[in-house]
Structures are given as C-alpha cells and as structure tokens.
C-alpha cells in the first residue's frame, strides 16, 4: 500500500495549465505560474511551456475549453511529454476526464504540493500528518488516479472487472489506513500538548510567513544552531523549536511550515497539531520578503491562514525580510542614488512607520540589532506577566 503515496523521483518533462478572469488578471496568473514552476521544480519536474486561457467559469468536465484542452493535448503528444499540472484544484470528475483526454497523468496544485511535504517531512508527526493528508485527497479520486497507481507499480489489469475490483480493494485499505494514522496523530498530538504544558514558565515565539522568505535563514541566526534553509519552497514542513536568550531574558522559538496560496485544505486540517505552536506562542513574528512584488498579497495570505486556525490577534512583529535586495531598485532611492527606506514605505505602507515593523536583511546581517530590540520589548512585556518582580537590569 506504499505504493500509493510513494513520491515522485525520476525527472520528467511538464506543462502547466492556468486561467484568468475577474477574479485573478492576466499578470497574476503569470506570476502564479512561475510560483507554480517553482513548486514543480522542487520534485525535479522541468516546465516546457506554460498555456493559459480566459475562462469566466471552469468548465464543469475539463476545467479548461475544448479548445484549448486539444491544444495542450496535440501539445504533449508532439513533444512527448507524460504529464500536465494545473494551478487550481480539480474535482474528481475533471481530473478522470482531462486523464482520458490526454493520455497521461494530471496533477493539480493540492497534489502537487502534496508531494513535496511528503518529500520534505522527516519526522514521524509530519510523516503521519502528509500520509494522512495525501490519502484523504486520494479517496474522493481514486478512480481517476488508477493509471497513475498502476504506472507506480508496473501492474496490469486496469481495465474491466480485475481493475474495479482493485480499486474497491484500495478503497477500503485507504480507509483503514486513514484510521490507523488519525490514532497515531492523536497519540502523537497527545504528547506534544504534555510538552507544550511544560513551557508555560516561558515565553513561547513563533516564526510563520509565506513560503521562502527567509524564516530558516532568521531561525539560524538568532538561534545559533543550524537550521535547513535554501532558497526553495516548503525548505522547513517539521517544526523546530530552539531555546534562545536575548539580552538576560531566555524563550523559546519554533520556525513552523511555510504558507502558501490554496494551501490544501486536508494539509491544514491534518497540520493543527503542528500549526499548535502558532496559536499557543505568545508572539509571532511574521516574515515577509519586501523584495518580492506581491509581498503584500503574501501578507494577506499568511494572515487568513492565521485567521483559519484562530491566531491572528496574536501580538505580531512584522520582520521585512531582504531589504538588500531592494537598494538597487532606483525605485526606492533618493536624491543620491542611495535606498530610501522612507520612499519604499511612501510607495508601499502609506508612508507612516510602525514600530510593530522592522526591515532587516536575515542573509546580509542588516538591521538584526534593530530587530534584536523590538523583539525584546515584547519578550519582556509578556516575561513580566509570568515573572511579575522581574527587574530589567539592561537599563541600567
């Protein structure tokens, strides 16, 4: 039954499928695309070519017009190509219909990213949380996916009554399968909450964001223990917790999985128990990448998923990551040529400063004292509450 979720490994040729409309321009979709190039990368998956239409509505049987679907398929054919991902989520229905189309597997965004958390997990809760995630998307679809489950493990027999009755047959070990692992998660969720309760003497802050924008990379340097961190989406699906002092006052601090647009539903749901050392911090610092051109819309992201699992309200420390990269951006300088912090906060966040916000530059090392001491103020404040006679010597 492994077979089922094993992870995509060899490298292969892709197209990718978006659509625009009212609800999402043309500029976005191209920037959505390369996000979604970015994901299929990450399994090792080349893009060949990127086709996009304007559909006011998906089409109820392939999601995309006729046209367009022959287009791709004369495509794929002529270059040989065995797989097309879509940006949005498909239904059951469209995927087993756009498969036998075009005679090959199709992934949409949900199962794309699926796989790379299932590529990425290493310990056993984000490997229980992933599998579980991945069998609850393959429930509904298994019908459709029968040609994918029979490529990963070179059978025969697909069609006609034998097939059938192995689907059925997966169909009921899946649902064992789902049983077995929301028991080992409940065991698993049951002793994280013992260690949780253990840390109510000290003040507990998490690192959330958008995927990529540099959490790890901050996780490392005011931990100064080593933490995975490249430039790749998904880098970080376990959590980490690293005990850290600044100045004389000790707390802990987790760098969690990073966010994303459509983050699938099953993955959030299956991921609460991680998402826990999010909702019980007291303060969060919320990483974004101001380099980035739709960083606020990353923003905007990172806070509905907060919302979703009843943390927004949190006491948050906005940390805008990778200022460097913007002091070559002669949109940004002033009358010298040099990078104007107050221009970009003109242009970008109403030209007012917050002293919730702080600009610094993880990889360069700018600003980190600045951040340093912003963080500290509300360590402190929230250290107080715990240890009331606590008397900031740092003042003196």
Known sequence: MKDLIKKQTTKEDAVLVAIFNHKQ????????????????????????????QRVNVPDSKLYIGKGKAEEIRQFIISHDINLVIFDDDLSPSQLRNLEKLMKCRIYDR????LDIFLKRAKTAQAKTQVELARYQYLMPRLTRMWTHLERQRGGTGTRGGAGEKEIETDRRVIRNQIGVLKKRLMKINTQNATQRKSRTNIVRVALVGYTNVGKSTLMTLLSKAKVYAEDELFATVDSTVRKVVIKDIPFLLSDTVGFIRKLPHHLIESFK????????????????DISHPSFHDQ????????????????????????????ESDPAYADESGRFSLQKFQEQNLGGKSNENRVYISATKK??????RDSLFEKIKARHCTIYPNYIDHNVY
Do not use: C, P, R, W
């Open 25 to 52: 321009t043309k500029d976005k979709v191209k920037e959505y695309l390369k996000e979604l190039k970015f994901l299929a990368s990450t399994l090792g998956i080349k893009t060949v070519k990127k086709f996009t």
């Open 110 to 113: 949900s199962l794309l990213i």
């Open 273 to 288: 128990s991680t998402l826990d050392e999010v909702t019980e911090s007291d303060i969060l610092l919320h990483v974004a």
């Open 299 to 326: 923003i905007d992201i990172v806070n509905q998923t907060l919302s979703e699992i009843g943390a927004v309200e949190k006491n948050i420390l906005y940390v805008y990551n990778k200022v460097d990269k913007l």
């Open 366 to 371: 700018i600003n980190i004292k600045a951040l």
